[in-house]
C-alpha cells in the first residue's frame, strides 16, 4: 500500500502513518510512505512514483480541494482511500471536524468569550474549513458571529500560528479568545500572547486541535480538541484493502472529544 502525506515529521501525519502500518499489516499488507510537502508538484509526482513501484492501492493525506489528482487517480483504476482529509465522492476516514469546531465553539461560548479570534489552517484543506465553519456556525447561531477579518488562513505549524495570532492580537478590540485548528498553530498562538506581555488562560484564551501528546505537558497545558488519529489510520487501510479485494468501502467521520485544560478559562470581566 503506498502512502502520501504532507510531512512526517508532523506527529498528527506519523501517528495516522503508524495506524495505517497496523492496519495494513493485520491485513497481510506493508506500507511504503512518501512525503509531498503538501506541494502540488510534489503530490503528483509521489503518486506516480508509488505507482510505478506496483503499490495494489494508495492512502493520501494530502488531499486538495484545488487538485484534481484524486480524481484522474480513480478514472485510472487505481484504488485509492482518504485519510485525515476528505473530498467529496471519495472513500475518506476523518475525524468529524465539524463537530470537532462545534466543540471548540461551545466550549468558548460558554466560558463567555464573544471576541474571538481563528487560527483556520489552508484554505485548500478540509480538516480546516471544517473546523472553522463549524466554529463559526455555533457563534453565528448564539448571535455573535466571527468577523472575516477576525479569521486568518495559516500554514498548519507553530510558526504559521504565531504570525496568525501576532496579526489578531493587533485587532481593535483584541479577541480574548483564539481558536486555532491544529495543535502546533496553537502552540505558536501561545508564544505570540506571551511576546505580547498577556499570559495564556489568563488575559487570552487559547483552544487546539488534535490532542498531540506534548499538549498536555506544556508550561500552560492546552485544551484541544482530540481526533483519534491512530484509530483513523486504522480504519484508512481496512476500507483499502476492502477495495483492493474487490468490496466496497464506506467513509467515516470519526468522533471527536473536547479535552479541557489550563489554556481556556472565563472571559475577564474586569
Known sequence: IGVVVPRLTDIVLATIYEGIEEGAAAAGYQTVVANSGDDLATQRLRTETLLGMRVDGLILGDARTDSDLVYELREQGVKVV???RRLPGVVSVTCDDLEG?????RHLLE?????????AGQPY????????????EVYAEAGVPV?????????FDAEGGRR???????LDPPPTALYAVNDFAAIGAMGAIRAAGLRVGEDVSVVGYNDVSIAADLPVSLTTVRSPMREMGRAAAAALVRLIEGKTSRSRRLPPVLVERASSRPVRTS
Do not use: C, K, M, Q
Open 164 to 170: 496568525a495570532a501576532a496579526a489578531l492580537l493587533a
Open 147 to 155: 468577523p472575516d477579518a477576525y479569521v486568518l488562513t495559516s500554514p
Open 82 to 84: 482518504l485519510a485525515s
Open 125 to 136: 484543506a478540509s480538516t480546516g474549513v471544517e473546523r472553522t465553519r463549524g466554529f463559526r
Open 111 to 119: 466560558l463567555g468569550h464573544r471576541r474571538v479570534g481563528v487560527i
Open 101 to 105: 469546531g462545534r466543540l471548540a465553539g
